[in-house]
């Protein structure tokens, strides 16, 4: 059963315009989120975080807006750049727990 | 910045042989963390360390093993490879709780 699904397995942009990569949960004791960037051939690296006691949280191009009512979550990339072109994983995990639980992925394609 | 290694980027093997994967890190963390990454199944947790000699399954532990003998390196053991263990291999790190460090990958193919 997945707890995190990122159903979207891939997204076109063009450059300039805004990338909106969604994510929806359904473990409800998921408070902390996360979103993961990967390139071929490398290792995910962190991107940016929201804890549940917020609902957006904002580090330059990259904006994460988390809507618990609707287990939802996503990710605002403005503008996008070719250089965002990778695999995005959403995440989530409960606050003690060290584990996190990925989603599958989404292949965003920024064109020039 | 927090480094995390992997002893090697790609590695091809035969069925049945024994493999050792091994990962180190420098930021003294607390958790360490093995995924492998497949097409369409995104990262899926094997085997997971909150301390030295400690050890838990993650959601896919059949086939593996690991060993953590000293707090800075995590290994990941093929005890007899098989084809459909042909993968992306991914540590991690990181401190109690929190975001994750991983490593560049280990690319294994085995034939």
């Known amino acids: 059963d997945q707890q995190v699904k990122q159903n979207s397995p891939s997204l076109s942009v063009q450059e300039g315009r805004i990338s909106i990569l969604n994510c929806d949960y359904t473990?409800?004791?998921?408070?902390?989120f996360l979103w993961y960037k990967k390139y071929p051939a490398e290792g995910p690296t962190f991107l940016i975080s929201i804890s549940s006691i917020k609902d957006k949280n904002e580090d330059g191009r990259f904006t994460v807006f988390l809507n618990k009512s609707a287990k939802h979550l996503s990710l605002h990339i403005v503008p996008s750049q070719p250089g965002d072109s990778a695999v995005y994983f959403c995440?989530?995990?409960?606050?003690?727990?060290?584990?996190?639980?990925f989603g599958k992925g989404t292949m965003l394609l920024v064109s020039p | 910045d927090v480094k995390v290694t992997q002893s090697s980027r790609y590695l091809v093997k035969r069925t049945g042989e024994k493999v050792f994967l091994e990962c180190v890190q420098d930021?003294?963390?607390?958790?360490m963390f093995w995924y492998r990454q497949d097409p369409g199944l995104g990262l899926r947790l094997i085997y997971f360390?909150?301390?030295?000699?400690?050890?838990e399954k993650g959601d896919i532990p059949e086939g593996y093993s690991v060993s953590r003998e000293k707090k800075e390196r995590f290994s990941l053991i093929l005890e007899s490879a098989s084809t459909n263990q042909t993968s992306m291999y991914l540590c991690?790190?990181?401190?109690?709780?929190?975001?994750?460090?991983f490593g560049p990958g280990t690319r294994l193919t085995v034939t």
């Open positions: 930021m003294d963390h607390e958790n």
């Open positions: 360390s909150y301390d030295v000699k400690m050890k």
């Open positions: 991690a790190s990181s401190l109690r709780t929190g975001e994750q460090y």
């Open positions: 473990n409800s004791m998921f408070d902390y």
């Open positions: 995440a989530a995990s409960i606050s003690g727990y060290s584990t996190l639980t």
